[in-house]
């Protein structure tokens, strides 16, 4: 997994609410064995039409938006636990995803991934789309270790949460597998006492 | 639970572990990367059911990437040791249905798999959730997940239901009072009478509901009904062993007085058949009560979808299609109930009704109780088992525009197939649709 320190990018609204993984990632493209390639139909039913030509008024086909922050309504990632759905967001380009909300096995999956979930409170949610769309270009700077959202042009400055042990695998490129593996004896030992 | 990660997570350790082909492959491939060994094959149990044909299931897949999905997740099952239940195999069919049929489910065991609606062996007092595809591998190398702690809900439900309403109607209801959010961060244990009467397979269409309304986990307290189900399938235990097992499975059930993080509380007698009406499940309504209006964006965009009009009534709305099926409703009660409604009766000419039994076994049995002959007189027709229009990764699909009315779990935008309108609904509401080619009360019939 990559390391994830500070990031300083404009961001890209998706003003819509209850975002499910079949719209992130519909499952006719979870076919593959591998986890390369899912960018190319991130969001796709949205994104393009049946013909594969872009839909001009969805967000990823407006050029004025761009940036490595989604930033997302209410209930982002509920439904399906494809991971294939943080594998299409992280392989288009986005490394964080902020919502006022997010769905559980969505959040673990993007965490296992290198993408880093930040849930604000929907008056902030609402404020950051506000910023946005007055101004497209806006830089949005997010520091993990000091876990906070910054946008510095409307004096935004807000907390997020994370645990411990995930802020230290984010911020060093850590895996979970990683970590159970170092915990193999006291795995080992807790089957022998249960049978 | 192993041990604690000092201010993170717990070590939990993991008693069954079920895979697909659908989100295994990239967790054998970590295996393979890392170079390390698959830790607890015999706690594995693989099926082929996402994208697996439900017709000629003898010939070779005919879509390439699934065949070669299927046969990847074949590969990777004989290389690492892991049983497999393939096409062909008697045991086939969906993870959730062969899970507790082969009595591979049990009481208190911690269970998992990729796939959102492991929620459903919660009916067995299980502790029983979906993971991504990382932690699939993480299960793969230590048997382990690292997880938090969740917070505990009740929804209890006493009285009486209404003859005409199914266990997926209790579950409709409760999602479209709680919304699809409320159980985020949550383990639901649905409680009271409704939930002690309820069948097993009932039991499993709740539980396996719960991830729509955002929790991880769905719990029912095991009972006598769980025992009873467990007992004599081919990989419960048995004589004293399943002795010693059903007097630990009786200590399971929350203390009396146990307090939860949330509580809710419904009364069985306000449930009536439901539908949805939206692109998400907690969109439902009574059928016969009116769309509710709503001014977001996100609401109007969904109606937009599905072509309705908030305000109005979706009675004798025309359908052309029903897809009976899913992990939620392909169990044999189901399609007892489906048959019952429609034995008799003849589907309308306009709509396309699709039966697909969730395992071998339970086709198996729709056979032995000539249920297939009922389907077949009526012009439904009956398919072998697998996920099938739930998620239309095979060739299952409804067609853009058409509103299908359903018995599987979601009504998400392009579910059942690029522009698919998914009516959520049970089985006995989607037979009835069937036959009168619209929406209909079975409850005012």
């Not at chain 2, 309705?308 to 189901?334: Q, W, Y």
């Not at chain 2, 935008?413 to 009360?441: F, W």
């Amino acid at each position: 997994m990559k390391k994830f320190d500070i990031l300083e990018s404009s961001m890209v609204p998706l003003t819509v609410e209850n975002v499910d993984t079949d719209q992130i990632i519909p499952a006719r493209f979870l076919k593959a064995t591998d986890r390369k390639g899912f960018g190319e139909n991130l969001f796709r039913d949205w994104r393009y039409s049946t013909d594969g030509q872009p839909k001009e008024d969805f967000v990823l086909n407006n050029p004025d938006f761009s940036g490595s922050i989604l930033v997302a309504g209410n209930n982002f990632g509920c439904g399906s636990s494809r991971e294939h759905a943080a594998w299409a967001l992280a392989d288009y380009g986005f490394q964080v995803v902020v919502s006022s909300f997010f769905a559980d096995i969505f959040r673990g999956n993007a965490l296992n991934n290198g993408i880093l979930p930040i849930q604000v409170t929907p008056s902030v949610l609402q404020e950051l789309f506000a910023t946005i769309e007055k101004n497209p270009a806006a830089q949005a700077k997010i520091d993990l270790e000091a876990q906070e959202l910054r946008v510095p042009e409307v004096d935004i400055v807000v907390p997020f949460a994370l645990d411990a042990y995930k802020k230290m695998c984010m911020l060093n490129g850590y895996d979970d597998i990683d970590y159970l593996l170092s915990q193999k004896e006291a795995i080992e030992a807790f089957e022998q006492n249960r049978l | 639970m192993v041990s604690s990660v000092a201010n993170g997570p717990d070590i939990l350790y993991i008693d069954k572990h079920l895979i697909h082909e659908v989100t295994s492959p990239q967790a054998f491939n970590v295996l393979e990367e890392k170079n390390i060994p698959l830790f607890r094959p015999k706690q594995i149990v693989a099926t082929a059911d996402h994208n697996v044909p439900t017709e000629n299931q003898h010939l070779p897949i005919q879509d390439a990437l699934s065949r070669k999905q299927v046969a990847q997740l074949t590969e990777n099952c004989d290389r690492h040791g892991v049983t497999l239940y393939g096409l062909g195999h008697p045991y086939q069919g969906i993870v959730h249905v062969i899970g507790p049929e082969l009595g591979f489910t049990q009481p208190g065991m911690t269970m998992v798999c990729g796939d959102s609606h492991t929620s459903t062996h919660g009916a067995f007092g299980t502790i029983a959730f979906g993971i991504g595809t990382s932690q699939v591998a993480q299960v793969f190398a230590s048997q382990c997940l690292l997880v938090e702690k969740p917070k505990s809900m009740r929804v209890s439900i006493s009285g009486d239901l209404h003859p005409d309403v199914q266990p997926k109607d209790v579950i409709l209801y409760i999602i479209s009072k709680l919304g699809t959010d409320a159980g985020t961060g949550h383990f639901v244990e649905f409680a009271g009478t409704v939930f002690e009467q309820m069948s097993m397979e009932g039991r499993m269409t709740v539980c396996n509901m719960s991830i729509e309304m955002g929790a991880r986990g769905g719990m029912i307290a095991p009972d006598q009904t769980t025992f009873d189900y467990v007992t004599g399938r081919e990989f419960a235990p048995t004589g004293e062993a399943l002795e010693q097992k059903i007097a630990h499975w009786k200590t399971l059930p929350t203390d009396e007085g146990a307090s939860f993080d949330t509580e809710f509380t419904f009364d069985a007698s306000d449930i009536r058949p439901m539908i949805t009406y939206g692109t998400n499940p907690g969109m439902g309504i009574k059928i016969g009560e009116s769309i509710p209006e709503q001014n977001d964006a996100s609401f109007i965009k969904s109606l937009n979808y599905m072509g309705l009009k908030a305000g109005s009534n979706m009675l004798n709305l025309p359908i052309s299609h029903v897809f009976i099926g899913s992990c939620t409703n392909s169990r044999i009660e189901d399609f007892r109930a489906a048959a019952t409604y429609v034995k008799g009766k003849h589907k309308s000419p306009d709509v396309s009704a699709l039966i697909v039994p969730g395992s071998q076994q339970v086709a198996k049995q729709i056979v032995a109780e000539g249920l297939d002959r009922i389907f077949e007189q009526a012009g439904f027709v009956l398919r072998q088992p697998g996920c099938s229009a739930c998620l239309a990764m095979n060739d299952d699909k409804i067609p853009a525009g058409a509103y299908c009315v359903s018995t599987s779990n979601r009504n998400f935008e392009g579910r059942q197939g690029q522009g698919a309108r998914t009516l959520l609904a049970s089985p006995i509401t989607a037979a009835a649709a069937a036959v009168a080619g619209k929406i209909v009360d079975v409850s005012q019939q």
